[in-house]
C-alpha cells in the first residue's frame, strides 16, 4: 500500500539472453557509471532513490541467462512471483535476443499476475552505439511492444545514464499504477461485500 509518507518499495527483474547488457543497466543505474565487464554474478541489489519527495526503494534482480536444457527463454515460477515488474533486454545487434524477448513476454503474459492486469513489463533494445552492426530494427521492436501492451526504449547503456535511469522510472511507474487498480479492484470487491452482507442479513430478517 502507498500512504503518503511511506516509503515504496518494488522488485525488478531484468532478463533476456547471454551478454545483451543486463548488468550493464544495473550498474549504470545503481552507479551511473558503465564499467565495460561484469562477469558472471546473479545478484539481488537494493537502491533507494528520492523522487518527487518519496523515498523509493528499488529491489534489483539482475538474472543470468539460463545455460541449461530450460532454454535462453526460461523463467523460473520463482522470479515471476518475486517480481512486480520485468525489463527484457535484448541487443539491437543480436537478432536471436530478440526471440528470447519474445518468447519472455509470452511466458509472462500466461503466467497468472499478481496484478488485476497484466504484469508490467518494460522492453529495451540495447548497444544503440553500435547502429553499423543493427540487425533489428526500431520499428520491429516497436511493434512487439505495441502488440503485446509493453513499454518499449532503445538505449546505450555504454553511452548515457539518462536512458537506463528512463527504463527504471517508467517500470516504477507501471507498477504503481498496476498497484492502484488492484487496491481500486479490492475496494470494490469490498463494497461489494459489505452490501451483499447488509442485504443478505436484510432478507433474514
Ligand atoms: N557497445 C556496447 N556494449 C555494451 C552495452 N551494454 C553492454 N555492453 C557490453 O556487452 C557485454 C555484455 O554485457 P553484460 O552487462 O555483462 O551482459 P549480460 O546480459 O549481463 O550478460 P550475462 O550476465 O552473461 O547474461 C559487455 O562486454 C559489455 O561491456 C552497450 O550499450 N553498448
Known amino acids: 500500500m502507498e500512504g503518503s509518507q511511506q516509503k515504496v518499495e518494488a522488485n525488478f527483474l531484468l532478463l533476456g539472453a547471454e551478454s545483451v547488457g543486463k548488468s550493464a543497466l544495473t550498474v549504470r543505474f545503481l552507479t551511473r557509471r558503465f ?25 534489483i534482480w539482475d538474472s543470468l541467462c539460463p545455460q541449461n536444457d530450460e532454454g535462453a527463454g526460461h523463467i523460473s515460477d520463482r522470479q515471476l ?6 525489463i527484457l533486454v535484448y541487443s539491437i545487434c543480436d537478432r536471436a535476443s530478440f526471440n528470447v524477448v519474445r518468447q519472455q513476454v509470452k ?10 492486469g497484466a504484469p508490467p513489463i518494460v ?10 552492426r543493427r540487425t533489428v530494427s526500431s520499428e520491429e521492436g ?8 509493453c513499454g518499449f526504449f532503445e538505449i546505450s547503456a555504454a553511452e548515457t545514464y539518462h536512458g537506463v535511469q ?21 475496494g470494490i470487491k469490498g463494497i461489494v461485500r459489505s452490501m451483499s452482507a ?8
Open 35 to 59: 564499467i565495460g565487464e561484469y562477469g558472471d554474478i546473479e545478484s539481488i541489489y537494493s537502491h533507494t532513490d528520492r523522487i518527487d519527495g518519496r523515498d523509493i526503494c528499488f529491489n
Open 123 to 132: 522492453i529495451v533494445g540495447n548497444k544503440r552505439d553500435l547502429q553499423h
Open 198 to 205: 447488509v442485504f443478505g442479513r436484510k432478507r433474514t430478517e
Open 107 to 116: 511466458r509472462i503474459r500466461q503466467a497468472k499476475s499478481k496484478f488485476p
Open 81 to 86: 512471483q518475486w517480481a512486480d515488474g520485468f
Open 166 to 186: 528512463l527504463v527504471f522510472h517508467e517500470l516504477l511507474d507501471l507498477i504503481r499504477e498496476a498497484r492502484a487498480l488492484k487496491k481500486g479492484a479490492a
Open 142 to 149: 516497436r511493434l512487439l511492444t505495441l502488440s503485446t501492451n
